[in-house]
């Protein structure tokens, strides 16, 4: 099972980047799903969650109102669209699996699991 994130780069500040997440070896359309970050020196925080079929998300207050979270189920892939970017939001972003089906909208890292390697997203001018 694996997940890869994609689509980070270098931004200026109040630009967009719009990440993905795909998986292979399994199914996500079952679980909650998550995007997380990591900026150096900092403990892994949540950026975002979703639940298995979109009905509801979660955001972190520092990105409520300029991140959104999407699946698409069909597809087996997670997106994270980011907008209104600030040198604050610099860090490697992750994806991740909800450890269970039975988890409608975490956002606790303990409660994802088969983190995926990063994305290296950078904000600066």
């Known amino acids: 099972v694996q997940l890869q994130a994609s689509g980070g780069g270098l931004v200026q500040p109040g630009g967009s980047l719009r990440l993905s997440c795909a998986a292979s070896?399994?199914?996500?359309?079952?679980?909650?799903m998550g995007w997380f970050r990591q900026a150096p020196g900092k403990e892994r925080d949540v950026v975002a969650s979703?639940?298995?079929?979109?009905?509801?998300?979660y955001y972190s207050k520092s990105v409520t109102g300029r991140f959104t979270i999407s699946r698409d189920n069909a597809k087996n892939t997670v997106y994270l669209q980011m907008n209104s970017l600030t040198p604050e939001d610099t860090a490697v972003y992750y994806c991740?699996?909800?450890?269970?089906?039975?988890?409608?909208?975490?956002?606790?890292?303990?409660?994802?699991?088969?983190w995926g390697q990063g994305t290296q997203v950078t904000v600066s001018s």
């Open positions: 991740a699996r909800a450890v269970s089906t039975t988890l409608v909208i975490p956002h606790d890292p303990a409660d994802f699991t088969h």
């Open positions: 070896g399994l199914t996500l359309s079952n679980y909650a």
């Open positions: 979703i639940s298995r079929r979109s009905g509801r998300t």
